[in-house]
């Protein structure tokens, strides 16, 4: 496979991912287009692990500016990418939730950030 082909592909999902955050208007879908940039970073590191390593063999480890890199770096930096996706998930619903508990709306646009607006649809 041509080194090029995953970092179009991850390109083409960070810009959908990019295009979702700025054009929906409902709190989940802006969620699914955070999580699909996360995936596009993954498969850059990945990719660029695999490329990085073609590219070094053959090539004596004492010629290389840096130290010698771990075995699949670019799997470790990802995996520590699903985590914190996983994370952002879990917050960000519990937000989302919570958000649709008390305006039964999920819509991004109308989301106010002072307190007192709460306070006022409360009291009348």
Do not use: C
Not at 54 to 73: I, N, R
Not at 97 to 117: N, T
């Amino acid at each position: 496979m041509h080194a090029v082909i995953p970092y179009v592909i991850a390109s083409l999902l960070f810009a959908l991912g990019v295009y979702g955050v700025l054009r929906r208007r409902n709190a989940i879908m802006v969620l699914m287009a955070v999580e699909l940039m996360l995936n596009a970073i993954n498969l850059i590191l990945v990719a660029a692990d695999a490329t990085v390593r073609a590219t070094l063999t053959g090539v004596q480890a004492e010629s290389w500016a840096y130290p010698v890199p771990e075995p699949k770096s670019g799997a470790i930096f990802a995996l520590f990418v699903i985590v914190l996706a996983a994370a952002e998930v879990g917050v960000g619903l519990a937000i989302v939730l919570q958000y649709y508990r008390l305006h039964r709306d999920v819509v991004i646009d109308e989301v106010g950030l002072d307190q007192h607006d709460h306070e006022k649809q409360v009291t009348g």
